[in-house]
């Protein structure tokens, strides 16, 4: 079992940053590919990156490439998300999500059902 703790949210203006973490227990956390995924009010959830744990590949969505930035600290358990020139199209519930394999194909990284873990989300307000 798997439990994930998001942190860091809050309400920043547009331009600015906020940086994510998630805290994982388990010893598998290593070994885990992990992946961010947001939800405004009143749309479905969708991907914002994700990063496999061999070899470090990142997948991004679209919408925050250039923008967002997914690190991981295997040392202490830890995802991050470095989020930088916000917008207020970015305020979202946000939530981290790990698999159970180690790699993720970008024929599956930006699909939720390849994640089996989740967290409770933390919330990011972006003011125009």
């Known amino acids: 079992q798997v439990q994930l703790v998001e942190s860091g949210g809050g309400l920043v203006d547009s331009g600015g940053s906020l940086r994510l973490s998630c805290a994982a227990s388990?010893?598998?956390?290593?070994?885990?590919?992990m992946g961010w995924f947001r939800q405004a009010p009143g749309k479905e959830r969708e991907f914002v990156a994700a990063?496999?744990?061999?070899?470090?590949?990142?997948f991004y969505a679209d919408s925050v490439r250039g923008r967002f930035t997914i690190s991981r600290d295997n040392a202490k358990n830890t995802l991050y998300l470095r989020m930088a020139s916000l917008k207020p199209e970015d305020t979202a519930v946000y939530y981290c999500?790990?698999?159970?394999?180690?790699?993720?194909?970008?024929?599956?990284?930006?699909?939720?059902?390849?994640?089996?873990?989740w967290g409770q989300g933390t919330q990011v307000t972006v003011s125009s």
């Open positions: 990063m496999s744990a061999i070899g470090g590949s990142t």
């Open positions: 999500a790990a698999t159970t394999r180690a790699s993720l194909r970008s024929s599956d990284a930006y699909t939720d059902a390849t994640y089996r873990y």
């Open positions: 388990g010893r598998t956390f290593s070994s885990a590919a």
